[in-house]
């Protein structure tokens, strides 16, 4: 007989006694000084690790940024500003709170298909880095260059003819609102130059949530290639190069932490290769999820514990208005359930239940029939792998219940 797949340990967080510790503080603790369930809490002391662990992986003088639409809290955007080389934004409100948080503008680039006019104005007023997607930013960029006197700082993302294979969520290859088709490359480039745009570099950004390295050094390669030919019909030389991420975390039974060491090694070497053929290029990766999803925790309390025709629910004040993702997206994918504990009940006896949230819908669930320490009402349930896509991700006005708070500790 085959062994039931697992959750991957969680070894972020201990326990003292029988609780778990987050950021240096008892869960309860925190509970208390937020004044309220359900909440976030992110660690920083785990972001600090995590962001070290590539640093030691990757090769040096490799560009390290953070696409802050993962976790795009103010405080966490601030403290990831001070540890890597620069911000990726999709939207003036992200570029606001990159911004304000410090971040320098020189280092901050701008993605998304759907740029409004004025979006763009606060690009080139703010001297940001914008990844074109459509020939339609052209004129206006190079229209509101001219009325403020300013470089438009453009570099140009390119839909590559393939996909990154085994990813959560391809973002590239094949027909996508995302990017320049790989064919129409030469043509937007022919007008950026007569323009006079500042041409920067490339953007390339085949798919994300992805845990297989062979996938990701892959997808690499063919990313500096396909920047490598395209190189002879630029407007001036590439000085950015960004090949994406795609890096993945673990959320369901079975999956296993992605091995860096592959990733580094061919990394190190295209950086040679860059070197050589494309010598004022910096190589950038543009990482979310795996920067901050597993410095983070869904904490939410246990306001009824019933037992319906022998299955036992913990009805709990939070659910998929606060994290749509451990819900399964509103019944669209086949769902699994993410790793979860009772924090303050750490090494109890476990029984077997489903922890749900208050909402009047079937699909607000949080844990399907887990065997989890025996919890009574008043107690904390605790959701895993929750600092990436949560709580700005989720239907918060849904069915009128509380905004749910977030804390870095």
């Not at 509970?31 to 030691?56: C, H, I, K, N, Q």
């Not at 027909?175 to 950026?192: I, T």
């Not at 999803?293 to 514990?305: C, M, P, Q, S």
Request: net charge negative; with cysteine.
């Amino acid at each position: 007989m085959n062994p039931v797949p697992q959750h991957v340990p969680m070894t972020g967080f201990p326990v003292d006694g029988r609780e778990l510790i987050i950021g240096g503080q008892p869960l309860t603790l925190i509970a208390a000084r937020v004044g309220s369930t359900p909440f976030y809490a992110y660690d920083r002391s785990l972001l600090d690790r995590r962001v070290a662990e590539l640093r030691a992986a990757l090769p040096q003088g490799l560009k390290l940024h953070y696409a802050m639409k993962a976790n795009p809290m103010p405080a966490v955007v601030a403290h990831m500003a001070r540890l890597v080389d620069g911000i990726d934004v999709a939207s003036a409100g992200e570029l606001k709170v990159a911004l304000d948080a410090g971040a320098d503008p020189h280092e901050i680039s701008f993605a998304g298909p759907g740029k409004r006019d004025p979006e763009l104005l606060q690009a080139v007023a703010a001297g940001v880095l914008v990844n074109v997607e459509s020939a339609r930013e052209l004129p206006v960029l190079q229209r509101e260059a001219e009325q403020l006197g300013l470089p438009a700082r453009v570099a140009l993302r390119v839909n590559p003819d393939f996909e990154l294979k085994g990813s959560g969520m391809k973002m590239g290859g094949g027909p996508k609102q995302f990017g320049v088709d790989v064919e129409q490359v030469p043509a937007v480039l022919d007008e950026m130059r007569a323009r006079g745009l500042q041409f920067e570099g490339f953007h390339l950004f085949a798919g994300s949530q992805n845990l297989k390295p062979e996938s990701i050094c892959e997808a690499q390669q063919k990313s500096y290639e396909l920047a490598l030919r395209l190189s002879a019909q630029t407007p001036q030389p590439i000085r950015f190069l960004n090949l994406g991420g795609g890096f993945g975390i673990p959320y369901f039974p079975g999956e296993q932490r992605l091995d860096l060491g592959p990733i580094g090694a061919n990394l190190a070497a295209l950086q040679e290769r860059a070197r050589r053929e494309l010598p004022e290029a910096e190589l950038v990766i543009e990482l979310g999820r795996y920067l901050v999803g597993e410095a983070g925790v869904y904490v939410t309390r246990v306001v009824d514990k019933k037992v319906s025709r022998g299955q036992t629910y913990l009805v709990c004040d939070g659910g998929l208005n606060h994290h749509l993702s451990v819900s399964g997206n509103f019944g669209q994918v086949i769902r699994k359930n993410y790793p979860v504990t009772i924090g303050n009940r750490q090494g109890g006896q476990a029984e077997l239940v489903s922890a749900v949230g208050p909402l009047c819908t079937p699909l607000d669930l949080l844990a399907d029939k887990m065997a989890l320490p025996q919890a009574e009402i008043g107690d904390l349930v605790v959701i895993f792998q929750s600092g990436a896509y949560g709580a700005s991700a989720s239907p918060a006005a849904f069915l009128g219940h509380p905004a749910v708070t977030e804390v870095l500790v």
